[in-house]
């Protein structure tokens, strides 16, 4: 699912300011490492979590006053703050992955954020049969609540591109894994492994790629029987 306009959004020619929410996170961490001078980077995450960055912002997703701090002079936003936890309940939810990405989407578009990438999961399409291989168009199918709040995210990434005009893209992110790791071994992950350095690879584009106002992408590693097609991700990231 993408959407291209015939001209440059501005801001495309150039990247200002990152800002990483969920930065303390294993992705989070380890993607400012991997981009440390490739950009100006701020990070925040809850005040509880600190991060040893030059510019860090603590703030509470569901802060809207934290939240507009954190967003000033930024060119794109790496949304990657949310409760991971596939066996998360409602109560933890609601607040981190719904109320929290709405307040993210509206302090970007309030401070005239460029682009924001927004870390969706398979979990937004893994209700679908084991043996089916998931496109970015077939429509989401999450077989958890924390897939329905991904597919909520991606909603809202829609609304905030067509009607806010903001930059999304959405990234379905697979079983994700450190070098010399593995993915847990949970039925999921099956076919589904990511390796970190690809991962950031995908990051890295999505936050470069020119003149889309909005797309979901799978994010997986190229593998034999890859449950998530990525002939769409390659096409539009290279």
């Known amino acids: 699912m993408v959407f291209t306009l015939s001209t440059p959004l501005p801001g495309d020619a150039t990247v200002g300011r990152v800002l990483v929410t969920g930065a303390a996170g294993r992705i989070g961490s380890g993607f400012l490492r991997h981009v ?11 005040p509880s979590r600190p991060v040893e960055a030059e510019d860090f912002v603590p703030a509470d997703l569901t802060d809207p006053a934290a939240l507009a701090r954190a967003c000033e002079d930024v060119d794109t936003v790496v949304h990657l703050g949310a409760d991971p936890r596939l066996d998360a309940d409602w109560e933890s939810l609601l607040p981190n992955n719904i109320v929290g990405t709405h307040t ?8 005239g954020v460029r682009r924001v990438v927004f870390a969706s999961s398979v979990h937004a399409v893994s209700g679908y ?15 958890n609540l924390y897939g329905v709040t991904k597919a909520f995210g991606e909603a809202l990434g ?17 079983a994700f894994h450190t070098e010399g790791t593995r993915p847990d071994p ?25 003149g889309v106002r909005y797309a979901v992408v799978n994010a997986i590693s190229e593998q034999p029987g890859g449950r998530l097609d990525i002939t769409a991700t390659q096409a539009l990231l290279g």
Request: aromatic letters at 10%; charged letters at 25%.
């Open 36 to 46: 440390a001078g490739r950009y100006v980077l701020r990070a925040t995450d809850l």
């Open 104 to 111: 993210l989407f509206e302090a970007a578009h309030d401070a």
């Open 129 to 143: 049969p084991a043996g089916k291989q998931v496109s970015a168009d077939d429509p989401v199918n999450p077989g």
């Open 158 to 174: 829609r609304f905030y591109a067509e009607q806010r005009g903001l930059s999304v893209i959405a990234l379905r992110i697979g």
């Open 186 to 210: 949970q039925p999921y992950n099956e076919f589904l492994h990511l390796a970190a350095a690809d991962l950031y690879r995908i990051m890295v584009r999505a936050i470069e790629v020119r």
